[in-house]
């Protein structure tokens, strides 16, 4: 079963302009990582945030983590049309080893 | 980076066939595999656990007797879609765990099955 919700499910913004997408979650988690996927392709790990950080970036990258209210949010700043893609949280929980994925955000970057 | 390849990365098959699918991590050692199937424009979907030298551990609702899953050594995993029909359909991703590095699982680019 899915623990993440995702919002938005799709997100169109011009090429330049911040894209932010949010991810909540049910129960407690060891960490919380960001996937990419283009379209028909494989996955692309991104960041993996652990469960006693608030905050990280990773280049244009920045994410957040709130385990009080068990949301993540990733920021990804002046976008581009290669970061058209969907985008996916995944958490571990904290006493397992398995990635349960969100439903993810479907981006697209006009130039 | 380490490197997860999958084979073949499509195949089409007539229903009432067997499709094997294989994983290998190319550039390090994975005693923990995982098996994924994605349908169009939803997200991944746990399907089974996969470790070397051991029996899979399925997800609630995937029938280990339909898709079969074999671990025979620390670089490869093999899944066998039994008597496949066309809603068997689906893309079908592995991701394999550095035996080294706990968190992070390295994906494979996936292997798109259509079953006619």
């Known amino acids: 079963s899915q623990q993440g919700e995702e919002d938005p499910q799709a997100l169109s913004i011009q090429e330049g302009e911040n894209a932010t997408m949010n991810c909540s979650y049910k129960?407690?988690?060891?960490?919380l990582q960001w996937y990419r996927q283009n379209s028909g392709r494989g996955l692309v790990h991104l960041i993996l945030i652990r469960s006693n950080e608030r905050e990280k970036h990773s280049g244009r990258l920045r994410v957040t983590l709130d385990t009080s209210k068990k949301s993540s949010s990733l920021l990804i700043t002046a976008s581009r049309a290669a970061d058209t893609a969907s985008y996916f949280c995944a958490t571990v929980r904290a006493a397992g080893n398995k990635l349960t994925f969100g439903g993810g955000t479907r981006v697209l970057v006009k130039p | 980076g380490a490197v997860v390849s999958q084979h073949p990365s499509r195949v089409i098959c007539k229903s009432g066939t067997s499709v094997k699918i294989e994983c290998r991590s190319l550039?390090?050692?994975?005693?923990?595999m995982f098996w994924y199937r994605q349908f169009p424009k939803q997200s991944l979907m746990l399907m089974a656990t996969?470790?070397?030298?051991?029996?899979?551990?399925?997800e609630q609702g995937v029938e280990k007797d339909k898709f079969l899953i074999n671990h025979a050594s620390l670089t490869l995993s093999t899944l066998t879609v039994t008597s496949a029909h066309p809603e068997d359909s689906s893309f079908y991703i592995c991701?394999?765990?550095?035996?080294?590095?706990?968190?992070?699982?390295?994906f494979g680019p996936g292997t798109r099955l259509t079953v006619l």
């Open positions: 550039d390090f050692q994975a005693t923990t």
């Open positions: 996969s470790n070397e030298g051991s029996k899979a551990t399925y």
């Open positions: 991701s394999a765990r550095d035996l080294l590095s706990w968190d992070e699982q390295f």
């Open positions: 129960t407690s988690i060891n960490n």
